[in-house]
């Protein structure tokens, strides 16, 4: 069964703490970092912030709408938060410090396995449409936490 896998990296130009925050958080933050054009309808249905988390979204993806739920942990708190779906496919976000702390790399990273033709074709598109899902939800996070480090 192949895997197919998908990651985009970006310097926010936020401390990490504040970064992680706002992906932690699932009733204010991370919502707001989400493309609307491909994730829709977030609802927590327990906890909210971090792990123990559970959410239900919809995801619009090659012209259809899919219901999806999630469990949140956190491998390693305040640096790793990690999305897993039902099907077991899973996103991963890594936030690490630069600069002396003034910024932080920020790489979301999804990795799942889909068996037979579908599979395949997915391997093919699923990549470079996560990529560039990552890369808008990578710029709106730079913008939130730019916005919360210059009133903090």
Do not use: K
């Amino acid at each position: 069964m192949p895997r197919i896998e998908a990651s985009a990296t970006a310097l926010i130009p936020a401390p990490a703490p504040i970064v992680y925050g706002i992906i932690a958080d699932y009733e204010e933050g991370h919502v707001a970092i989400l493309p609307p054009r491909v994730f829709q309808n977030l609802t927590v249905m327990e906890g909210g912030t971090g792990a123990g988390t559970r959410i239900a979204f919809q995801v619009r993806s090659w012209g259809s709408v899919r219901d999806v739920r999630a469990r949140i942990t956190e491998p390693e708190p305040g640096r790793r938060l990690v999305e897993t779906l039902e099907d077991g496919t899973e996103t991963a976000f890594t936030v690490a410090p630069e600069a002396d702390g003034r910024s932080s790399r920020v790489t979301i990273a999804t990795s799942y396995q889909r068996a037979g033709l579908r599979g395949r074709l997915e391997g093919l598109l699923a990549p470079r449409f996560l990529r560039s899902v990552y890369a808008a939800e990578l710029r709106t996070l730079a913008e939130v936490a730019s916005a919360r480090t210059s009133r903090a």
